[in-house]
């Protein structure tokens, strides 16, 4: 009976199902979890950022948490929970990592199904175990994975705010699962109830950047359920354990066992409840979510979401890789803005300590990544996912009013000075102009803050306020005689300076909507300010001081402190909001274009990093839109594959996902606020926009290109059977149509 019990459990673990319009069947939640093995990282290897940093997560859409394998149990800077290539596992993590970041997972744990026994291993390093894990066994709404030393076999599935686990031994002695509580500061807490039959617990959340390693005041709680009795228990802390005992709290390292009693073949099931509130709001999480024991009910429901969500874009191509890389980069780019609100509208008051809210009618959105996502994931999710935008869009005022500031980049519900630029008055733009619902007048009182105002001292240390805001109003830049202290990077003086003339044209726009002429003004005029960087005698932008010189030792090519992430060849095309003002600036068209076809045709390009993103699209202000189109494709060849190497860089919350949706689509917003898409062409022979006609009346939006690769380029395009130019409005979508493109 057990060897056709195994036998049973390796099928399982084998089969699949594919069934028409299965876009999950096209999702492989494995692309990006190791090292870039794309051409473009073949061909400059060791370049930059060369890993995807995803995780293959079972989740919903934007969901509260993840659940993902975990190979490291801590929750370390730049240290994602999991990497394909590792055959050891460590159990299956609630996560809230930023999908493809460099930053910090917080508030996690850890459960590892095992068997109790004289040999017990409590220690995560010490108990992982080899796992047999498939990429057909992976989706974003169902996983399993299969021990085979211990025979045991997991499958995960989730809701909203929950995961559901179903584990099967086929040796049925003392099942035992584990819970870690993963605080890297000895902090936390767990319990097993044996009258409620539970196990809870919560690790507490710590900042980094601003109010390095102070409480964020949030924790991650959860509440576990079994469906079978609790016969056998235990704690540990400080590496000790202790069979018999029911709680710990503040100890390095502590976790719990609990053991049942199983007859024949029967499984354990799990269901857990997370919250960033409260133990009580994780149990009422789980009641609301996962009422009962169906665990192939709750799989469905949420296969059903993930194909809802993912058909939203519908693409026509007999290219199964394409389909994959498609599909996989609308999962990659669901994941964030992350829910942090309860099912009763509970949510943790932003930047406070241990203070809870309830929102009302909205859902709450935290983990804004904005320096990467306002580029291209924030405007993708506009055209797919309106209601969660709206409402994260909402979530940024809500955290604007509980701390005072509109925040730069807000992370584990806190300020933090983690990037520059002031992005997001772009988000808040962006959705102004495209008409989502919000108050307005309560988003430009933020956003003029940001542009007019500074806080207290204490307070920007904190991360409030856009950084060096003093000098850049006094001198129109950001002179390198000001360091910037006060931020986690430090000078890039000549970025800030481009990307708050970019922030100051953002919130000119809305000024203008609102009849704010004044403002409009000054902030118009504040938008050339990237002018005021650009050094005529080397033909980029460079570090200028307080006394109008420029920086002397320069290299257009090469990482210069003054420039983030970059060197000032990909700075100085960081104009968005005003290209022919910096056609104007190198000299005319003709000089633009030159420079411009030498950076690509030079591959001094650098897709795997955000500030270049948009200048594949600037060859259409110089009529060059087949280079636009051989550029956009190019890059779509060579810097996304398949496999754990898929990504040349980090996704950065699906911002570099997003740019893979609207490049294979053929157009890409490369100015948020404009209301402008620009285009290149598809690669898929037919797209469809399968849109909500509650933000766009005419529901559906097709791109037709009969004949359309990955290489090939088109001559001219029709909207709605009109002549178009290589430009499209946001208005376009709203009333639906077709864009046709032809040869």
């Known amino acids: 009976m057990k060897n056709l019990y195994l036998l049973v459990l390796v099928l399982l673990f084998s089969c699949t199902q594919k069934s028409e319009?299965?876009?999950?069947?096209?999702?492989?939640?494995?692309?990006?979890?190791?090292?870039?093995?794309?051409?473009?990282?073949?061909?400059?290897?060791?370049?930059?950022?060369?890993?995807?940093?995803?995780?293959?997560?079972?989740?919903?859409?934007?969901?509260?948490?993840?659940?993902?394998?975990?190979?490291?149990?801590?929750?370390q800077k730049c240290i994602a929970p999991f990497y394909t290539g590792q055959t050891m596992i460590q159990g299956f993590r609630a996560s809230h990592w930023l999908s493809g970041s460099c930053t910090q997972d917080?508030?996690?744990?850890?459960?590892?199904?095992?068997?109790?026994?004289?040999?017990?291993?409590?220690?995560?390093?010490?108990?992982?175990?080899?796992?047999?894990?498939?990429?057909?066994?992976?989706?974003?709404?169902?996983?399993?994975?299969?021990?085979?030393?211990?025979?045991?076999?997991?499958?995960?599935?989730?809701?909203?705010?929950?995961?559901f686990f179903r584990f099967s031994w086929l040796d049925e002695k003392n099942p035992t699962i584990m819970f870690d509580i993963n605080s890297d500061q000895g902090k936390g807490y767990i319990k097993i109830d044996l009258e409620k039959q539970e196990v809870y617990g919560y690790n507490p959340a710590y900042r980094i950047y601003s109010g390095q390693d102070e409480p964020a005041g949030i924790s991650g709680y959860f509440v576990a359920k079994f469906d079978h009795e609790i016969v056998k228990y235990g704690t540990w802390g400080d590496f000790e354990y202790e069979h018999?005992?029911?709680?710990?709290?503040?100890?390095?390292?502590?976790?719990?066992?609990?053991?049942?009693?199983?007859?024949?073949?029967?499984?354990?099931?799990?269901?857990?409840?997370?919250?960033?509130?409260?133990?009580?709001?994780?149990?009422?999480?789980?009641?609301?979510?996962?009422?009962?024991?169906?665990?192939?009910?709750?799989?469905?429901?949420?296969?059903?979401?993930?194909?809802?969500?993912?058909?939203?874009?519908?693409?026509?191509?007999?290219?199964?890789?394409?389909?994959?890389?498609?599909?996989?980069?609308?999962?990659?780019?669901?994941?964030?803005?992350?829910?942090?609100?309860?099912?009763?509208?509970?949510?943790?008051?932003?930047?406070?300590?241990?203070?809870?809210?309830?929102n009302g009618d909205f859902d709450y959105y935290g983990?804004?990544?904005?320096?990467?996502?306002?580029?291209?994931?924030?405007?993708?999710?506009?055209?797919?996912?309106?209601?969660?935008?709206?409402?994260?869009?909402?979530?940024?005022?809500?955290?604007?009013?509980?701390?005072?500031?509109?925040?730069?980049?807000?992370?584990?519900?806190?300020?933090?000075?983690?990037?520059?630029?002031?992005?997001?008055?772009?988000?808040?733009?962006?959705?102004?102009?495209?008409?989502?619902?919000?108050?307005?007048?309560?988003?430009?009182?933020?956003?003029?803050?940001?542009?007019?105002?500074?806080?207290?001292?204490e307070a920007y240390k904190d991360g409030k306020g856009r950084r060096?805001?003093?000098?850049?109003?006094?001198?129109?830049?950001?002179?390198?005689?000001?360091?910037?202290?006060?931020?986690?990077?430090?000078?890039?003086?000549?970025?800030r300076t481009m990307e708050y003339a970019y922030n100051d044209w953002c919130v000119a726009q809305v000024a203008q909507?609102?009849?704010?002429?004044?403002?409009?003004?000054?902030?118009?005029?504040?938008?050339?300010?990237?002018?005021?960087?650009?050094?005529?005698?080397?033909?980029?932008?460079?570090g200028k001081f307080a006394d109008g010189s420029f920086y002397e030792d320069f290299n257009a090519n090469a990482e210069q402190f003054f420039i983030t992430e970059g060197t000032p060849k990909h700075y100085t095309w960081f104009v968005p909001h005003d290209v022919e003002g910096l056609i104007g600036l190198m000299?005319?068209?003709?000089?633009?274009?030159?420079?411009?076809?030498?950076?690509?045709?030079?591959?001094?390009?650098?897709?795997?990093?955000?500030?270049?993103?948009?200048?594949?699209?600037?060859?259409?202000y110089t009529n060059q839109w087949d280079k636009t189109q051989k550029t956009v494709k190019y890059i779509l060849r060579t810097e996304y594959g398949l496999n754990r190497g898929g990504l040349s860089g980090n996704d950065d919350a699906g911002q570099l996902s997003a740019w893979y949706v609207f490049?294979?689509?053929?157009?890409?917003?490369?100015?948020?606020?404009?209301?402008?898409?620009?285009?290149?062409?598809?690669?898929?022979?037919?797209?469809?926009l399968n849109l909500d006609k509650t933000y766009y009346p005419g529901g559906k939006f097709v791109l037709k290109a009969d004949g359309a690769t990955s290489s090939n380029v088109f001559t001219s395009v029709k909207l709605n059977g009109k002549e178009s130019a290589t430009k499209i409005n946001h208005e376009d979508l709203q009333k639906g149509g077709t864009l046709k493109f032809f040869r």
């Open 367 to 457: 983990d804004f990544s904005n320096w990467d996502i306002f580029r291209a994931q924030m405007p993708l999710l506009s055209l797919i996912a309106p209601k969660e935008y709206n409402d994260m869009v909402k979530s940024l005022l809500v955290m604007a009013e509980d701390g005072g500031w509109l925040p730069i980049f807000p992370m584990w519900n806190n300020y933090t000075s983690a990037m520059i630029g002031d992005h997001s008055t772009s988000i808040l733009c962006d959705a102004a102009m495209k008409g989502f619902d919000f108050d307005m007048e309560k988003a430009y009182k933020y956003m003029r803050q940001n542009a007019y105002e500074l806080p207290g001292e």
């Open 21 to 75: 319009k299965n876009y999950l069947s096209y999702v492989d939640p494995l692309i990006g979890t190791g090292p870039a093995s794309t051409i473009a990282a073949q061909q400059h290897p060791g370049d930059h950022v060369s890993n995807g940093q995803t995780i293959p997560a079972v989740t919903a859409p934007f969901g509260m948490t993840q659940w993902t394998p975990q190979i490291y149990d801590n929750e």
């Open 468 to 495: 060096a805001l003093t000098s850049y109003i006094e001198f129109g830049y950001v002179p390198l005689d000001d360091i910037v202290a006060d931020a986690f990077h430090t000078n890039e003086q000549v970025s």
């Open 106 to 163: 917080y508030g996690s744990f850890t459960i590892f199904p095992t068997q109790l026994g004289s040999n017990f291993s409590f220690q995560p390093v010490q108990r992982q175990t080899m796992t047999l894990m498939k990429t057909e066994n992976l989706s974003p709404a169902y996983a399993s994975f299969l021990f085979p030393a211990k025979t045991i076999m997991t499958e995960i599935t989730s809701t909203k705010r929950c995961g």
């Open 663 to 688: 490049g294979a689509m053929g157009f890409y917003p490369m100015c948020p606020g404009s209301n402008e898409y620009q285009l290149s062409s598809p690669i898929f022979k037919e797209v469809t």
């Open 244 to 358: 018999g005992t029911t709680e710990r709290k503040d100890q390095k390292k502590i976790g719990a066992y609990v053991t049942f009693n199983l007859e024949g073949d029967t499984p354990v099931k799990l269901k857990v409840g997370t919250s960033f509130t409260s133990i009580e709001n994780a149990r009422k999480n789980l009641e609301a979510e996962i009422a009962d024991w169906d665990f192939e009910g709750t799989t469905q429901k949420m296969k059903d979401t993930w194909n809802d969500y993912l058909g939203r874009i519908d693409v026509e191509s007999e290219n199964e890789e394409e389909l994959t890389k498609f599909y996989t980069a609308i999962y990659h780019a669901l994941f964030h803005p992350r829910l942090m609100n309860d099912v009763n509208g509970d949510y943790p008051a932003f930047s406070k300590q241990y203070e809870t809210k309830n």
């Open 587 to 620: 000299g005319g068209e003709n000089t633009f274009s030159e420079k411009l076809n030498k950076l690509i045709d030079d591959k001094l390009y650098w897709h795997g990093n955000e500030p270049s993103h948009h200048i594949p699209f600037l060859f259409n």
């Open 513 to 542: 909507k609102l009849g704010k002429t004044d403002d409009y003004n000054d902030l118009i005029t504040r938008s050339y300010n990237y002018s005021n960087v650009f050094d005529e005698s080397r033909g980029w932008v460079n």
